[in-house]
C-alpha cells in the first residue's frame, strides 16, 4: 500500500510489455450510455479505508451522472507483476495505485499517458517536489508527468531509550547527524554486547545523498554519479562499524526482512521507520513502546531524502483519458488527500494540504505525535532521492550485492560504488 513499504521493480516489464500501446484496450466500456473508468487500488480494500472509498465514488458519480467508477483492488504480494500482466494484455484499469518505479517500469513501456500533455494545468495543484517525483525521462522515456501525486509518506529514526542509557549513551542527545550516528556505534560496541546500532548499511540512497553526495544520478538521467569521494567515505564509514560490530550480520543478506522483529526484540538500538510505526510498536510491542523516544532521519544537512510519494498513473489505452485523468485529479484534491491521509498518518503531496489545521494542532506529548511532527517537517523540506529506474533488477539488488562483499572485506568500499555504477549504467544503456 504505502510507498515507504520496499518499491519494487516490475519484473520483466520491458520485455513483458512490448507494443502495449499496440494492444486492445483494457479499460471499462459504456453501459447505457454512461462512461465507465477503473480505478484500481493497492491493498486498501479493508474495513479501515473501503467507507473512504466508497463515500469518494459516490460522490464523484453524483456530481458527474454520466460516468460510474469501478473500484478494483490488489493485494500487495505480486502487485507488480499482475500490473505488468494487465498492461502486457492491454487490460490495464484506466487508473493505477503505485509508487514510481511501479510507474516508471509502465512509461517506459509505453502503457501510461503523459499527464503534462493531457492536463498541462495540474501542476499548479501540487507541491513542487511531489511533481518532481512523477515527472520521469531517460532511458527511453521521454521527459513527462507519467502520473499524478497522491499522498506522501516519511518517518523519523525509533530510538529505544532504555539500550542507550545501557550501552552509553545519553537518550537526551539523539543523534541527528552522520557523526553522532557512528559515534553513537562505537560508543555500543565498546559497552555491550548482542547489541547493535542499526542494520542501515548505506546501500540507499538517502544513506549517500545525506552523507554529501553531489548527485545520485545526473540531470538529464543518463548516469549514475554516486561513486564520488564522498560516497567512499560513507560506505568505508559502515564497513568499519561492521567489522566492530555495530551492524547485525544478518543485514547482509539482502532478502532479510527481519530488521522490525530485532529491534522488538531488544538487539537494535536504532531503526527508522515511517509515521505509522509508532502505533504498531504500541499494539506489538507494548514494553519497548514504553522506552522508546523519536528523532529525524539521519542527515548532514538536516533534510530527509527518503521521502516517498504514491502516485496515479492513467492508462495510455484508456476509453476515457479525459474522465481518468478528471477523477485522479478528485482523489488527489487537498480536500480528499486530508481526509484519507488522516486516516493512514501520511501527508498530502496538494498544495495547501500541509497548512490544514489537523497539521497545525498535532498532540506531541505522545510518540505517535512526536513521530507524526517530525515526518511533517521532513516532508516539508525534504525530497525522494532514489531515482525510479533504480529498480531491484536494474542496480539496487547489485547494489546491495557489492555493499555485502565489501562488509566481508572481499573489496573496498570504492570497489564496491564503482562497480555498482557501471552496472546500473549498463542497465541504463540497454
Given at each position: 500500500?504505502?510507498?515507504?513499504?520496499?518499491?519494487?521493480?516490475?519484473?520483466?516489464?520491458?520485455?513483458?510489455?512490448?507494443?502495449?500501446?499496440?494492444?486492445?484496450?483494457?479499460?471499462?466500456?459504456?453501459?447505457?450510455?454512461?462512461?465507465?473508468?477503473?480505478?484500481?487500488?493497492?491493498?486498501?480494500?479493508?474495513?479501515?479505508?473501503?467507507?473512504?472509498?466508497?463515500?469518494?465514488?459516490?460522490?464523484?458519480?453524483?456530481?458527474?451522472?454520466?460516468?460510474?467508477?469501478?473500484?478494483?483492488?490488489?493485494?500487495?504480494?505480486?502487485?507488480?507483476?499482475?500490473?505488468?500482466?494487465?498492461?502486457?494484455?492491454?487490460?490495464?484499469?484506466?487508473?493505477?495505485?503505485?509508487?514510481?518505479?511501479?510507474?516508471?517500469?509502465?512509461?517506459?513501456?509505453?502503457?501510461?499517458?503523459?499527464?503534462?500533455?493531457?492536463?498541462?494545468?495540474?501542476?499548479?495543484?501540487?507541491?513542487?517536489?511531489?511533481?518532481?517525483?512523477?515527472?520521469?525521462?531517460?532511458?527511453g522515456v521521454e521527459k513527462g508527468a507519467y502520473g499524478l501525486p497522491w499522498y506522501v509518506n516519511d518517518g523519523p529514526t525509533y530510538w529505544n531509550t532504555e539500550l542507550m542509557q545501557k550501552c552509553g549513551l545519553d537518550p537526551n542527545k539523539i543523534p541527528t547527524t552522520w557523526d553522532e550516528y557512528f559515534a553513537a556505534g562505537d560508543t555500543i560496541v565498546q559497552n555491550c554486547k548482542d547489541v547493535y546500532l542499526g542494520t542501515t548499511m548505506g546501500y540507499n540512497a538517502e544513506d549517500l545523498m545525506t552523507a554529501g553526495v553531489k548527485s545520485f544520478m545526473n540531470d538529464d538521467h543518463s548516469k549514475y554519479t554516486f561513486n564520488d569521494e564522498a560516497g567512499v567515505k560513507q560506505i568505508s564509514r559502515f564497513v568499519e562499524l561492521y567489522k566492530k560490530g555495530g551492524i547485525p550480520p544478518e543485514a547482509l543478506d539482502s532478502s532479510w526482512s527481519q530488521a522490525a522483529d530485532l529491534f522488538q526484540r531488544g538487539n537494535l538500538v536504532s531503526m527508522a521507520g515511517s509515521a505509522y510505526s509508532a502505533d504498531g510498536f504500541k499494539q506489538n510491542a507494548p514494553d519497548l513502546y514504553k522506552n522508546l523516544a523519536v528523532g529525524p532521519r539521519i542527515s548532514n544537512d538536516g533534510k530527509s531524502a527518503s521521502v516517498a510519494y504514491e502516485m496515479l498513473g492513467i492508462s495510455a489505452n484508456s476509453k476515457h483519458p479525459d474522465v481518468a485523468i478528471d477523477f485522479a485529479r478528485f482523489v488527489t484534491n487537498e480536500k480528499n488527500q486530508i481526509e484519507f491521509d488522516k486516516k493512514a498518518s501520511v501527508f498530502p503531496s496538494a498544495k495547501g494540504g500541509l497548512d490544514d489545521d489537523y497539521y497545525k494542532s498535532i498532540d506531541e506529548s505522545t510518540l505517535e505525535g512526536k513521530a507524526l511532527k517530525i515526518t511533517l517537517d521532513q516532508v516539508k523540506d525534504g525530497y525522494g532521492s532514489r531515482p525510479a529506474e533504480f529498480t531491484d533488477n536494474n542496480g539496487y539488488k547489485n547494489f546491495q550485492q557489492q555493499i555485502a562483499l565489501a562488509m566481508q572485506g572481499k573489496q573496498t568500499a570504492k570497489e564496491a560504488l564503482d562497480k555498482s555504477v557501471e552496472f546500473a549504467n549498463e542497465k541504463l544503456a540497454q
Open positions: 500500500m504505502f510507498s515507504m513499504k520496499k518499491i519494487l521493480a516490475i519484473a520483466g516489464a520491458g520485455a513483458m510489455l512490448v507494443s502495449v500501446a499496440a494492444c486492445g484496450s483494457g479499460t471499462a466500456g459504456d453501459d447505457g450510455g454512461k462512461k465507465e473508468i477503473s480505478f484500481q487500488t493497492w491493498n486498501l480494500k479493508n474495513d479501515k479505508y473501503t467507507p473512504y472509498f466508497e463515500a469518494l465514488i459516490k460522490a464523484y458519480e453524483k456530481d458527474h451522472p454520466d460516468v460510474t467508477v469501478k473500484w478494483l483492488d490488489a493485494p500487495s504480494d505480486g502487485y507488480e507483476d499482475k500490473l505488468s500482466s494487465q498492461a502486457a494484455a492491454g487490460e490495464l484499469p484506466d487508473i493505477v495505485d503505485g509508487g514510481n518505479s511501479i510507474l516508471y517500469g509502465l512509461a517506459k513501456a509505453g502503457a501510461l499517458l503523459d499527464v503534462s500533455k493531457q492536463a498541462p494545468d495540474a501542476e499548479k495543484d501540487y507541491y513542487e517536489g511531489a511533481w518532481k517525483s512523477v515527472t520521469m525521462q531517460g532511458n
